[in-house]
Nanobody, 127 residues
Framework: QVQLVESGGGLVQAGGSLSVSCAASGRTFSSYAMGWFRQAPGKEREFVAAISGSGGWTYAADSVKGRFTISRDNVKNTVYLQMNSLKPEDTAVYYC????????????????????WGQGTQVTVSS
């Protein structure tokens, strides 16, 4: 069982930056691929970025590529999402998710591939 707790959300102006974190419980964090997803009001949850257990492979949605960076610290059991050049359309609840696997790939874009989810953190970008 893995418990995920997101933090770091908040209100930021368009063009600004924000970093959100996700702390995981357990001693086998490096055996989990991690993903970030977001859900805006009235919209379906969408993929943002994913990272392999070692951190050597990352994948980002086209909508955030070049602006958002996913990273992880396997000593601190934490995954990060650094968000730069934020836009009002980035406003959403951001969720982290964990998938126990040693295999990375584009299938990690699928929310149904994940085993565990955090409770989410709100990110609001004002225009």
């Amino acid at each position: 069982q893995v418990q995920l707790v997101e933090s770091g959300g908040g209100l930021v102006q368009a063009g600004g930056s924000l970093s959100v974190s996700c702390a995981a419980s357990g001693r086998t964090f490096s055996s989990y691929a991690m993903g970030w997803f977001r859900q805006a009001p009235g919209k379906e949850r969408e993929f943002v970025a994913a990272i392999s257990g070692s951190g050597g492979w990352t994948y980002a949605a086209d909508s955030v590529k070049g602006r958002f960076t996913i990273s992880r610290d396997n000593v601190k059991n934490t995954v990060y999402l650094q968000m730069n050049s934020l836009k009002p359309e980035d406003t959403a609840v951001y969720y982290c998710a964990a998938k126990r696997t040693y295999y990375s790939g584009s299938y990690l874009r699928d929310q149904y591939a994940y085993d565990y989810w955090g409770q989410g953190t709100q990110v609001t970008v004002s225009s």
